[in-house]
């Protein structure tokens, strides 16, 4: 007999608003009309949470101390009632335009555990070892300076940036060939140990630093191909869903600048930042929200924490466990809470309560254990949980690697946002919740990964 999987009511209510967006009558209606429909499929759960499946395909919350709708992951598998429950006025910003439903999903894996496809890692090697000869004096390196060595051509800087503004998460195996093939060009080896490089992911400026400085020097054709260097890496790094939503919105830019080489040229003669702008205009509105760190720090943040709640549904209380990995960014505290839906405040606000009032555990080694308890024996994930959980957070337990990769990404984009946001360094060697998964993944069989997590 065929396994019966339980019904989730917040799937249904999401095929739901999914089926009246897709009418082709929606865009068209007036907005008090649009809101009225959204409105009559609220939800709310036994606790008294009013939810809304709203823009960008994500749910909403309510918060009831000031009335505002945050990004919030919803409780699946908890019962629920729909309906109008007091008809909430939903703000415009709530509404669905129709092609935000259809964006990529992604995947927030990091890149330790399951390995980038050797076939993609070859097809950038070859791109990069062709493009690698170029003469600096011809590709000066306009952007990247403090990754690369004086004497490197800007079309390696092209590819290396392209991989890591593409990348969910870029935190990589300190093994990982799509990095040790920029060895030799490498100022000084990468943040991290042996086990993981710790990156960070660029500002869309220092790509377009590459192609201005060159346009502006009307070294056209040296311009254009690093445009079409940029474009050919993010179509191969496409075959990958933790690089394929940015890899798609950079190519929406780039590829109309192939077609048309004048179409930048009056933005060019104004700034870099003119031609930012022009190529964010390009790109079309399924694909924006994976613009939000260049556009909108804040929301991609509340976006990240939403991925990070997601990612530990298999946890007893994936907000209190997202919350634990929030302990880790640096100038938290009441500024932090601020950008949180209420119950991953409420549970922030206890874990730090205790820290300040406890204070925090080193391990032997020395690095900071997180505001959660990891379970299982190294080399291998626990069926079940081996050790209570304390008053400070819940087990995390991921129950496969690839649960594992996705936690680990999602907590390390999390606290890339944040710095992103508040101007806070990145720590040379991770966030700690972030290296405590790191201890379990390194001795997993590195595989293939899926194309989708």
């Not at 093939?181 to 869309?204: A, C, K, S």
Request: aromatic share 8%; glycine share 8%.
């Amino acid at each position: 007999m065929a396994a019966v999987h339980p019904w989730d009511p917040f799937s249904a209510v999401e095929a739901d608003v999914r089926a009246l967006v897709a009418n082709p009558r929606w865009p068209g209606l007036p907005a008090h009309l649009r809101a009225e429909a959204l409105a009559a499929t609220t939800v709310v759960t036994p606790d008294g949470g009013r939810w809304i499946f709203g823009a960008h395909a994500r749910w909403y919350l309510h918060d009831p101390r000031d009335g505002r709708w945050h990004l919030a992951a919803p409780p699946r598998g908890q019962p629920l009632r729909t309906g109008r429950h007091g008809a909430p006025i939903l703000p415009p910003h709530l509404l669905p335009g129709g092609a935000d439903f259809i964006a990529p999903a992604g995947s927030t894996q990091a890149f330790i555990g399951p390995d980038v496809h050797p076939d993609l890692t070859e097809e950038v090697r070859v791109l990069l070892r062709r493009m690698g000869r170029k003469s600096e004096l011809d590709y000066p390196l306009a952007a990247f300076q403090d990754v690369f060595a004086g004497d490197v051509p800007g079309t390696v800087a092209a590819v290396w940036g392209t991989i890591m503004w593409c990348a969910y998460a870029p935190a990589f195996d300190g093994n990982e060939r799509l990095l040790t093939i920029f060895g030799e060009y490498l100022r000084r080896p990468l943040p991290g140990d042996e086990w993981v490089r710790w990156l960070t992911r660029p500002r869309l400026d220092a790509l377009v630093a590459l192609y201005a400085e060159r346009a502006r020097a009307t070294e056209d054709r040296a311009a254009l191909r690093l445009v079409a260097l940029m474009a050919d890496t993010a179509q191969i790094l496409a075959d990958d869903a933790r690089f394929a939503p940015r890899a798609h919105a950079l190519l929406a830019m780039l590829e109309p600048l192939l077609h048309r080489p004048e179409l930048d040229r009056a933005a060019v003669l104004t700034s870099d930042e003119s031609v930012r702008q022009a190529w964010l205009a390009r790109v079309p509105e399924d694909l924006r929200r994976w613009l939000l760190p260049d556009t909108d720090p804040g929301a991609a943040f509340r976006h990240t924490v939403y991925d990070l709640v997601e990612s530990l549904g298999f946890t007893s209380d994936a907000v209190r466990a997202a919350a634990s990995f929030l302990t880790d960014l640096p100038g938290g505290g009441p500024r932090l809470q601020t950008w949180l839906d209420h119950r991953v405040r409420h549970a922030y606000a206890e874990l730090i309560a205790h820290v300040a009032e406890y204070g925090e555990h080193t391990e032997p080694d020395g690095f900071a254990v997180p505001a959660f308890l990891w379970t299982g024996a190294t080399g291998g994930w626990p069926s079940r949980a081996t050790s209570p959980a304390t008053a400070r957070g819940v087990i995390v337990a991921p129950p496969d690697r690839e649960s594992a990769a996705a936690v680990l990404g999602a907590a390390y984009a999390a606290g890339l946002a944040w710095c992103r946001l508040t101007g806070a360094e990145v720590p040379e060697d991770g966030f700690a919740g972030a290296r405590a998964i790191v201890r379990r993944l390194v001795h997993e069989r590195d595989d293939h990964p899926p194309v989708n997590h």
